[in-house]
């Protein structure tokens, strides 16, 4: 019987002595295995071994996957052995013919007796499973863990100092649960995990895929972002630079006098249009990669003004130099504003605006304040069937600085029917009224596997 009290344990030698005798009564080892497990506080003596052994583990629950329950009763310093008696066969079965024990000859049970030669103890490292040996420190006179697995701590309870893209977990007889490192692009060492970030598939890991939660802190070089993926305010990463470039960012060279603020595109990333990387943020009147002239339509640089022509509406080559000429839906004499029953004054409409469209009810319009945003959230796409009720969960990769789904279809087809669907989040969904007009666009890569078979004859 064990008792683990306050990291003390208590083993009592209440044992059962098989005697050679037991065999000429034939006692099948079916009654002997019933006896044991009777009493499985019990320990089983042979006298072919003549030895004691004993587990802690074996049997109990979480022993395959170790509790932080099973570790406490598992774990004890010192170890106290209390010898109380031998327990026979009933005295060779004399009890069986004798229920009152003063009858039972003395000389039978007196001819039992035990002795101990040696005692061995042995157990594992409390290292979470994470060390192979705990070699003993003489100066703090303390076993000390040789953690393994990007572990680390006195138990090896805790993962290293920049791997942290999973949380930890104690290492098993089946899985080591081994630390991954954080992709930080070699901007830091330094990262900790965030459930939230892994739910969102925020973090990339070294694979390339979307997996985990690891957060880059501290990150050298002007860089930012979960993975040090991207610039601070006021530098950028060229076109073409990757983030595990020695110094990938650069200072942002913007105009003062025609930028709105100090920021340019930081990366192909938040690139936009004829925005690329390291483009500044214009004030009106202003153009240029660094908003250091005055844009098409404005003159008289640093304070662009606008000219007498618009340059939406009108069809001059310099809309400063002579008569405003009007696009054919356009009126007025600087040619800004739209005729009746037209609006949405444009500069790329070689008309100028665009007809009303009233459904026949009337002809008079004007154009509403309402702005637009492209949408590009990679988060939630799923595969379905027809039917909806079986979703698969694509891989979410990262490929030249962009974002992809992929999916196996081999792995596809085992759950899913022979024709299936992409599923859109609920961003891509419910009302668009206001992207009437608009395109989803989509990139659809499929890589096929080829097999060369060559027959010699």
Known sequence: MLYCVKRQWEVLMNAYFISPSCCSFQISEDILLWLYKKHSSSLLITTAVKGIHTSLINGRPSADDPSRALLEFTSARFIRL???????????????????????????????????????????CICSGHAKACPLDPVTNKSVCQCEHNTCGETCDRC???FNQKPWHAGTFLVKHECEPCNCHGKTEECYYDQNVADRNQSLNIFGEYIGGGVCVNCTGHTDGINCETCVDGYFRPKGVLPDSPYPCHPCSCDPNGSLHETCVKDEKHAEGDMLPGFCHCKTGYAGEHCSRCALGYTGYPDCLPCNCS?????????????????????GENCDHCKSGFFNLQQNNPKGCEECFCSGKTNVCTGSHFTYRNIE???????????????????????????????????????????????????????????????????????LLLFLIIIFE
Request: aromatic share 8%.
């Open 82 to 124: 209390r010898f109380q008696r031998i327990r026979t066969l009933n005295a060779d079965l004399m009890m069986f013919a004798h229920k009152d024990p003063t009858e039972i000859d003395p000389i039978v049970t007196r001819r039992y007796y035990y002795s101990i030669k040696d005692i061995s103890v042995g157990g594992m």
């Open 160 to 162: 290293c100092p920049g």
């Open 311 to 331: 340059v939406e509406g009108s069809v001059n080559i310099d809309p400063c130099v002579g008569l405003c000429v009007c696009k054919e839906h356009v009126e």
């Open 377 to 447: 959230d990679m988060n939630g796409w799923y595969l379905v069937g027809l039917s909806g009720l079986i979703r698969v969960t694509p891989k979410q990769k990262s490929t030249g600085g962009r974002q992809q789904l992929s999916i196996n279809n081999v792995s596809a087809r085992k759950v899913l029917p022979q024709t299936y669907y992409w599923s859109a989040p609920s961003s891509y969904l419910g009302n668009k009224v206001s992207a009437d007009g608009t395109c989803l666009n989509t990139n659809l890569f499929a890589v």
